[in-house]
């Protein structure tokens, strides 16, 4: 996931999408080599970047916003 510049009294600007990694509100979704990822802060405390390898399918889905981060948490079992 692409480093945010913080900048006082500003919000940091949404990263920009590449051919490989797409970013949504609060999470992302990448292809690395032949796998698929979704990456996310969880709500544990203090929060926590957790890394889930998702298909082709689900990276294309996601892609075309056809599935949220929700569904996909649900369909692998993401604690």
């Known amino acids: 996931m692409a480093d945010y510049k913080l900048i006082p009294g500003k919000y940091p600007q949404k ?5 490989n990694e797409f970013f949504k509100s609060g999470w ?5 080599n032949d796998k698929y990822y ?4 969880s709500g ?4 926590e970047l957790k890394l889930v390898e998702i298909s082709n ?3 294309v889905l996601a892609k075309d ?4 981060l929700d569904e996909l948490c649900i369909k692998y ?3």
């Open 57 to 59: 399918d689900d990276f």
């Open 65 to 68: 916003d056809k599935i949220t």
């Open 77 to 79: 079992n993401v604690n």
């Open 44 to 47: 544990s405390l203090q929060g």
């Open 38 to 41: 979704m990456s996310y802060i």
């Open 28 to 32: 992302s979704i990448r292809k690395e």
């Open 15 to 19: 990263p920009t999408n590449t051919e």
